[in-house]
């Protein structure tokens, strides 16, 4: 008679739970952060950067119904309901909100020794702020390349809070002693479980790597985060080490494909690099240290690039002078331009993500940053990019995608994400330096988040 109480009681939990999780995941959305507004836009009188060519249209209008683009041309001014919102451009430019395809939102503004000792509940809060503060630089999707965000997510999409679309990979996954490795050296030896781990899956062999990947899609992984060389911040790993092994590299790939998505890896050297193009990866994080060689296979294979303007300047990550991690940091950064100038010369596939970590006056930087390719492009290639390009590459996620809808450019039909820039950032790519003054409108979704027009 107990134990059959007890098999009732166990019951009763499961049932609870799981008519709570799915009472969560068909809630009707909250929209508190979303400002209400009419249904229809005209954008009239605006020169268009679509996302796709070089040059800036001639004057035209673009029409927003709902959560889309509807009508582009001036017969988008037919019809207009009463209570239609017109907003005059004079000239300025529209174009695609900008998108961010490495970032990592919960440590964004929190300092290192904060990230490994803090409250997980404290890293979102801070992380909620990154994301509005990120919108609201004109970044109206990323892709978050390792952390536990679903939560955050969730909530942006929800309408909780404002932010960026977010193509979430989960925590990034890491051999013991990898970048993602961030145990203390006592609870490596021990082989106990620490806060670290909460940040950052460490799996060891093909087995160990298909269960954390697994992890990861069962909760929500548009794609697969995999460390497969040593890293600036990470306290084990020098930067020159190969990590993971062929065989659990390829086990990663084909987990993540059998999902219908792909894998990106941080990687640095050739043969870091190298090894993880020829299992398959689809995109390349960093790389700053390639070859022509390594180059040139990348070309062959189609694989991304994702590159950071890496330089010893104001924008640098602020590690101690003389620490590891500093020295690591020159040697990287040493590789800059010339990763740049291979990719560009052997037609490599480029996207771009700022990769900003532990600083809340770096966070501030990311349109600066992104400004800083005009050493290698030129500014309507930047712009391009930081929206259609990016956007491509976010489409390797197939139907994990979170999202429907075509978003990086203006198209008739794609989701309305649009900047309304006071000047042409296809001459004067500077302006996106500075989307305090320059972003005139911010509109993610339909839904403008910012109008600073007189």
Do not use: C
């Not at 907003?87 to 440590?107: K, S, V």
């Not at 950052?200 to 093909?206: E, F, L, Q, R, Y």
């Not at 010369?345 to 940053?369: C, E, H, I, N, Y």
């Not at 296809?426 to 320059?438: E, F, R, S, V, Y």
């Amino acid at each position: 008679m107990i134990l059959a109480k007890e098999i009732a009681a166990a019951w009763k939990r499961a049932a609870v739970f799981l008519l709570a999780f799915v009472a969560l995941q068909l809630a009707p959305s909250v929209v508190a952060a979303k400002a209400s507004g009419p249904d229809v836009i005209l954008f009239n009188n605006v020169r268009i950067f679509d996302g796709k060519g070089s040059v800036l249209s001639a004057p035209t209008a673009v029409r927003v119904k709902g959560k889309v683009i509807e009508v582009i041309g001036s017969e988008a001014k037919n019809g207009l309901p009463a209570n239609a919102l017109i907003i005059e451009g004079n000239g300025r430019t529209l174009m695609p909100g900008l998108i961010d395809a490495h970032t990592h939102l919960l440590y964004t503004i929190v300092p290192q020794a904060a990230i490994l000792t803090a409250d997980l509940g404290y890293l979102n809060v801070a992380a909620t702020k990154a994301a509005e503060e990120m919108l609201m630089r004109g970044f109206t999707s990323v892709r978050d390349v390792g952390g536990p965000v679903f939560g955050l997510k969730k909530g942006i999409d929800a309408g909780l809070v404002p932010g960026p679309r977010i193509w979430p990979s989960g925590l990034s996954i890491s051999q013991t002693g990898g970048h993602g490795d961030f145990r203390m050296p006592n609870e490596v030896a021990a082989d106990t479980h620490s806060h670290a781990e909460m940040l950052g899956a460490v799996a060891d062999s093909p087995e160990g790597v298909q269960l954390a990947v697994r992890q990861q899609l069962a909760l929500g992984a548009s794609q697969i985060k995999l460390m497969a060389g040593g890293g600036v911040s990470s306290p084990f790993d020098p930067l020159d080490v190969t990590q993971y092994s062929p065989a659990e590299m390829r086990i990663a790939v084909e987990t993540a494909a059998n999902w219908g998505t792909y894998v990106t890896v941080h990687a640095y050297t050739p043969r870091a690099v190298r090894q993880a193009v020829e299992a398959g990866v689809k995109s390349v994080e960093h790389g700053h240290l390639i070859d022509e060689p390594t180059a040139k296979l990348m070309a062959e294979r189609r694989t991304w690039i994702v590159l950071q303007a890496f330089l010893d300047d104001e924008d640098a990550v602020p590690f101690p002078s003389g620490s590891a991690a500093r020295v690591k940091q020159f040697k990287m950064i040493e590789g800059t331009d010339g990763a740049y100038r291979l990719a560009r010369k052997f037609g490599v596939r480029v996207g771009w993500g700022s990769d900003t970590l532990f600083d809340v006056k770096l966070a501030t930087r990311q349109g600066a940053q992104l400004a800083k390719l005009a050493r290698w492009f030129t500014p309507a290639e930047v712009l391009k990019i930081a929206t259609g390009d990016n956007a491509q590459m976010l489409g390797l996620s197939g139907l994990r995608s979170p999202y429907m809808g075509r978003i990086g450019v203006i198209e008739e039909g794609a989701l309305a994400d649009l900047l309304l820039v006071d000047g042409d950032p296809t001459a004067h790519l500077d302006l996106i330096a500075d989307p305090d003054k320059n972003f005139l409108i911010i509109m993610k979704d339909g839904a403008i988040y910012k109008n600073s027009l007189p």
